[in-house]
Structure formats: C-alpha cells, structure tokens
C-alpha cells in the first residue's frame, strides 16, 4: 500500500534567489488527500549528472517518485532521458505522440520545429500521459512494483495531468484511504487564545488532525481526518469540527475558501444594504479589498482615503473644531468619519478608520498602533480602538481586518 | 576552490501544502554573491532516517554543505546528532553554551527548561557560531576539506548568523570571486518588447549575466556581473548596463529595490508637490499603494473609490450628463474625476481611472479590460486608453501601475 512519495523539482531557475518550486505544494496537497504523505522534496538544476544521482536514489528508496519539469523540447530539458538511464529502459520514437505533436501546431497554422520531435522519444514500456495543454506529455513508469511519475513543470500542465491521469490510481494504490479538510477561519481572538480555547478539545483526537496557523487578524483552523472513504472521513471531521465551532461562535467567520471581504460581501447583498468607507491609516487598503470581490459595486458606493485633514473636513463632513480638539487619531474623528460618510453617500452603513501606522508619526499618548474605528448605521455608532503591534504593513493589514469584521458583526 | 553548495532544509513543516522553504532563497543569494551557486536543495522532514540518507549523500558530494532548522530543544530536532553520526564524531556538553542559554533564560526572568540543555550537546571539533537572536548555536565542521555548516532554522536567528559568521570566510574559500547586481526595473512595455530592443544588446556578454522576469505592469531585468573584487565586477556590470539604460531610457523607472509607488513618492517630494486620486475599477488599490510608503502623508491628500455614479457626481464633481452621455468607462469620466478630485483637494495632481475590471460588466464596445487613465495638472489634462487581459486582480494591478506611472512621467 502506497504511504509515501519523495518529490524532486527540475530546473535550474528553482535554483536562483527568485524563484521557488511551487508544484510540490499542489502535489502535496493531492497527495495528503489520498493519505499519501510526502516525506522528501529535491530541487535539482538542469544537470544531467546531478539529477542522475537523485534519481538513482530516490527510485532506491521511495515506492512513489513523483519528477516535475525538464520535459521541454530543448537539449537542458534533460528528464526523460535520465530516468531512463536510471530504470535501464531503451528510448523509443512514439509515433503516436509525434503524431499529436505536429497536429497541436498544425491547428496553429505553424509547422513543428525539428527540437519538438524529442518529446516524442520515450522509454519503452512507460504509459503515456496524455497533456491537452502543451506539447510534453507526461509518463508512468513501474519498476519492479515501485512507480515514477515524470510530468511536464508548467503548473497549467501538471495540475490537469496529476489530477485527470495519475490521482484516481493513486488513490487505489494508496488502499482508498480517503482524506477530508475542513477549515474554519477566525477574527477577533489571538492564536494563543483561540488555541487556549479549543485545545482541550481536539487534543482528544487524534484523527482528524487539528493544525493552527495565523496572519494579522486572522487564525485558520485546519482539521484533516482520514477515513475509509470520503464519508466516513467527513463524519470523523464533522464531530470535532461541530465541538470547535460550538465554542468559538462567531469568531469563526468562514468555514471554507472564503476571506473576510467576500464574507461582508454576502451579508451586505443578503440585507440589500449599501456600504461607504472613509479611512485614514489604511490609505485605501479597506476599499480596495471590499472591490477586490466581483460583484461588489451592488454594494459599495464609495471610499475615501482621508489623508490630509482637510479631506477628512471636506469629504466626509467632519467639523474642523474636532480635529482641532481630539486630534486626528482619536475616538471622535472615526466617529466623525464613519457618520459622516454614510451621510454623504446615502449608504446604509458608514465606516471609519483613523491610526497611526508608522513607522514615524507616533507619541506616548498615541503611539503606532494605535487604531481607532467607527461604524455608523441609522441611530447607532460604535466605535473600538486597538493597540497593534509591528510594522507599516502589518499594523494596516489588520486594522483593516478589524474594520472588515465591524461590519460583519453588525450583520450577523 | 569553493564554486558550489548544496541546501538541505530540515522541517516536518516544510513539507506540507502550506509552507514552502525560503531560507534557501536568502542563502542562495547571498551565496551567489560571492560567487557560490546552488546546485541542490533537498527538503527532509524531522525524520533521523531520512535525513541521516541525506547528509551522508550530501557530504559524499558536496563541498559545502548547509543545513538549515532542527536544532531547537525538542526531540524531533535532530540535525546535529544526525551530522554527529555521519560525520563519526562524538556529541559532548559545551560548558560555555550551556552557560550562555542560561543566561539567556535568567536575562528574562525564566529558569532554563530541562530540555534546552540538548542545544548545548555539540559535535567534537565543530565551531560554534554564535546566535544572539535565539538559543540554538549553529555550527561549522570541517571534515576532510569539506565544508559542512548548520544553522538554525528560524530567519531572524539564521540571517544574522550567516552573514556574520559564515560569509566572510565562505567568500574567501570562494577564491574571493565577487558578484554585483544590478535591477532595472520598467513598465509601459510588454516582456518581448523589451527583450526584442535589449537583446541584441546583452547577448554579446556571458558575463554578467542578463535575466528578464515579468509581473503585471512591471519588467525587471537582473544583471549579474562575476569579478576578482567588487570593483571588478561592478565594472563588467556597468559596462552593459549602461548600454541597456541608454536604450530604454525612461521605460526604466527604478535602478534599485524602489517600487513604483516609491518612485512616485520620491518625485513629488522633491518637487513639493501634492496627489489626489479619484479611482473607480482600481477600487482604492491606487491610493493603498501610495499611502504604504511611509511619509506618504506629506504628498498624497486625498483618495477616492467612485463606485457609485452618485459618487462620482458628488466626490469628484463629474456633470452627471458626461456619465449620462458617454458612459461611466469613458475618457471623458476619466477626466473628469483627475480634474474634479484635483480642484475639490488642492492638489497639485489629479488622478482619475475608470474601467472595467470585470469578470461581468464588460460589453461589445467595452470589454473587461477597457482602462481609461487621466491626469490633471494646471491646465494640462492627459489622457490614456488601455486594453488589458487577464482575470480582475490582474488587470486591477497592471490599472494601478499604469496610473502611477502616467504621475512619474509627468514628473520627470
């Protein structure tokens, strides 16, 4: 039964300070999804003798090697004919390859250069995997009941050939253990008190598997359960799954893909209502989230990016005399700000945000970090401030995420 | 002579979906620039097995080898007993290091856990290096000519310690090979273009060595230049870079590491001038931009998202029979909100986007990807019309870098 895969990268540009393979991460992921573990990454520039090497010793020591890249059509693309040094195994012309070859640059008007035909040279006895969209097609090997995979580095190549050609059968192989995810995504609570929170109850299990990870303003609850089949797994996922939500409520804002924009997005199109944003510190960043959605302008009349105090006078109404009394980072102009702008526009909702993001700008009574944020709806204003720790970035990113989440808990 | 490394990234985390290794990036790098080149990597979990196969193929082949993570104080860090075996040296307790992780725990208050006494235990004959930044020391052994340096896994600890006490050395044993690099960074011109007008220009040089990556917007171009000093090698990088400025002229906006929104900042700082943007399909991602530079407080007055046509009319002062008679993605919209959002604020440049960044909303005479830019300035208005592809964040990003480079241009 097939429980581990090593995956090895090809490539020299893997080997530069810009880029990273990324593959492996989809391939992880379908894998685990299967109960495949991947227990080895190589990343191996164009080099015939160095691949060669890896090669030979992950064939040796892995049930499962799974190859990205070096498929191409010139002299450094270098895969197949390594592999198939290594598994002894003769190259062959495949005439139906060739065929599809010069087909795919007929329907391009284009005659196919001579360098193409080496795609079409393959180890005897490898079964071919088909690849709609490019010229490399991809190839199963079985040596002595172990199993290579050589497929073609360009992500939309791979991805459609894994998932189409190799997963179904892999997942036979793997004994039909059938993996399910769910993710839960929370605001508002740190990740040492969310985990405080929910640890007594998934340290109780050891299938699913609970994994915690947090970015500014949000912590992602990852829950993965093996089972006998996709049920099955589900089942085991959904009673610890149900334990966790019971106790965290509405920190949990998503239970699957969605971010907190598209979620806002849903409420404010469920309740017919509209939304204006005046901001300060986060110069546009809440704005241009909220229409990072498709549909959002159903919702969204404006923003304003307040950052002189005039434009906090100007646009969205707010009396010069508070400014001149609370300052501009203060209680009462992201009150100002949130009133005001839902006023101006006509929206259901208003929402204002004013802090110091630094790295200058700060003081001992308003230091950086400090965030104030309104939101305006018919009679009532509420209004938080916080206290956020490190730079520019993270201070806005969320600040924003704190807006964000105002506006969702007014709709819930 | 050292010419080549290879990685080793050791890392339960590392491989699964979620995280990728970056270490490597910042190691390659820094490699690269005393004339080192990666030419493998190799991910392995915290597995002794696993990694004790690894190390033992990576020290039989390679000069230099760096290992990076698993020296922590729980049991599944592994790295050095691992090292210890296959290099067939013995682990003995350092007094000193002991000493000074003690005193790390005492400078806050703590007694030291039991367990980080295991970071004290360290191979016979290796040289410690120091960590200032954590509790972990890294070490440095020396088998049989060879080079093999581990390191701890968390960047802030890792970072400092390579290039302090690693680099130095590392670039003597490199022969004192130096690199220099130099990025230019352009925009208004697509990646083939640009490569048809500079490469004639570069393929006359092996070295340094010319590479071209794109992003929305954006063509960098890298040149890396290979010496007997810097000096040298900043000459050989000068030599042709200075062809390829000259041919690009002001396509080029950045020598450095500036974005263009710095760029931007930096222009009308020193002219003492002010911004204001009236944006609509860039959704406030024009004025995020902008407002993450810090000190962008000084120059930038006000944005504003007109998503509505109520909004536009009122925030921008657009005539609602323009929007009426030539549509809400027009050129005359467009400057109307440059104009209307310059004279409302003040300031000294108006800028206005309108476009559609779909995926819906696009029609015959105005497909998804129809921009239109203007820009207002005394009594000059400008105006541009662009056609792009790509799904909503994309043609979002390459709207925005456009805007921003339609202010350099003007500021030049």
Redo the contacts between chains.
């Keep these: 039964m097939l429980q581990h895969a090593e995956i090895i990268a090809i490539g020299s540009e ?5 880029r ?3 593959n492996s ?2 391939l ?2 379908r894998l ?1 999804s299967i109960g495949i ?9 164009d ?1 015939e003798e ?1 691949l060669e ?2 090669a030979r ?1 992950a064939v040796k ?1 892995s049930a499962l090697v799974i190859a990205t890249g070096g498929l191409g059509p010139t002299e450094d693309d270098v895969t197949k004919k390594v592999f198939a040094r290594v598994l002894k195994r003769q190259m062959v012309l495949d005439d139906q390859i060739l065929e599809r070859i010069k087909a795919r640059f007929r329907r391009r008007g284009l005659e196919m250069p001579a360098n193409n035909a080496r795609q079409a040279l393959v180890p005897v006895g490898g079964r071919i995997l088909d690849n709609p969209a490019g010229t490399a097609p991809g190839l199963w090997m079985e040596p002595e009941g172990r199993h290579v995979i050589l497929l073609p580095g360009p992500p939309p190549e791979l991805k459609p050939m894994f998932e189409e050609c190799c997963l179904p059968r892999l997942a036979e192989l793997a004994g039909g253990v059938r993996l399910f995810k769910q993710v839960f995504k929370a605001t508002g609570i740190t990740e040492s008190s969310l985990d405080e929170r929910i640890a007594p109850i998934y340290v109780k299990y050891k299938n699913p598997v609970t ?1 915690i ?1 947090a970015s500014p303003g949000e912590v992602q609850i ?1 829950l993965t359960g093996r089972g006998r089949s996709e049920e099955e797994a589900r089942k085991i996922v959904t009673e610890l799954a149900d334990k966790i939500e019971f106790e965290l409520g509405d920190l949990i804002f998503s239970r699957g893909e969605e971010n907190l924009e598209q979620i806002v997005g849903y409420y404010l199109m469920m309740r017919e209502m509209t939304l ?2 005046a901001e300060s510190c ?7 989230r ?3 959605v ?4 159903s919702y ?9 105090n ?2 906090k006078i ?2 969205a109404g707010i009396p010069p005399l508070v400014i001149e009394m609370s300052g501009a980072v203060s209680a009462e102009v992201a009150k100002g700000l949130a009133e005001g702008i839902r006023l ?3 929206a259901t909702l208003g929402l204002g945000i004013t802090g110091v993001a ?4 700060g003081s001992v009574e308003k230091p950086v970090g400090l965030v104030h944020i309104a939101l305006s709806m018919d009679s009532s204003l509420d209004h938080q401030e916080l206290r956020l720790a490190g730079d ?2 993270r201070i ?1 990113l969320w600040a924003s995420q704190a807006a964000l989440d105002m506006v969702r808990r007014k709709l819930i």
């Design positions: 893997l080997l530069t300070p810009d990273l393979d990324t991460l989809f992880t992921e685990n573990e991947v227990e080895l990454k190589t990343i191996v520039g080099n160095r090497q890896v010793e020591r994994t990870l990852h204006a944003v986060t110069g546009g960043l809440v704005a241009q909220i229409t990072s498709p549909g959002s302008s969204f009349l404006t923003g304003v990016t307040c950052y002189s005039r434009s100007d646009l101006k526009t006509g630094g790295p200058a700008g520019r970035e806005r």
